[in-house]
């Protein structure tokens, strides 16, 4: 992790809350040794609680309805996928000074893939598409909108204030006037005219498992899963997967030329907002945003 909070009114959480939130929710587990799991998560913090359980705490208020949301969800959508999702083992309550709701999941073993050089990133790409694939295919009622489901115009005035910021800060050798180009394609491309498919919504590297030579084995944080636009949940061609497996992925999901236009300007914006904002608090994310940048410009 970087210097300093990565949000403004993020709550300090460390082993010690840890601690005394479970063993005043989960008399059962207090004496279970817990200690800090470093990763480049944005909006929660993660401690594993023995060996075979992991307590996720939001850092942020907005972050708090995501927890809600993975209690409500997780148990339909997981019987459902074609890989494994977090399993919800208790459900937090505000204690301590801790003000939001938290949860104590099952550990999942397995790495994120290297975004640089996932293992095996064909049969990757082919796990990734099945498991989009089979969110879309979900015939559950009532979900509610993606974190980024909706039009690819809301996000304009957000990408075009992080191209401008970029523009300014030294060091950042992004090709802004390229970028702001592969964006307004974006823009132009048609939108989405059918009905809402069930999306993750944030399939970044952190949040897959691979396991077994580079397997796709689990995916986690469905704090932003719901209906919305499908190409929202492309990510994965740009921010993890080299141009070949890119093909691969692409071809299994069927992807038309429209959603793959905006899939892209999507990823593109989510990494030109990340930069500026996590670079120097958030390297993970930082480096990742690059990636990105790099590996959508270079389809052009």
Known sequence: MGTGPMHPGQHPVDEELVR??????FPRWAGLPVRRFPSGGTVNAMHRLGDDMVVRLPLVAGAAADVERELRWLPRLGPRLPVTVPEVLGAGEPAEGYPWPWAVYRWLPGEPPDEAAPARPLRLARD?????????????????PAHRGGPVASLDAE?????EELRGTPGE????????AVWEEALRAPAWDGSPVWLHGDLMPGNLLVRGGGRLAAVIDFGCAGAGDPACDLFPAWNLLPPAARVVFRTELGVDDASWVRGRGRTLAQALVALPYYRTTNPAMARNARHVIRAVLAER
Do not use: E, Q, W
């Open 20 to 25: 005394r939130l479970v063993a005043g929710r």
């Open 128 to 144: 990734l598409a099945g498991f989009v694939a089979a969110m879309r295919g979900l015939t559950l009622p009532d979900a509610p």
């Open 159 to 163: 990408v075009r204030a992080a191209v």
């Open 173 to 180: 050798r992004v090709d802004c006037d390229a970028a702001t």
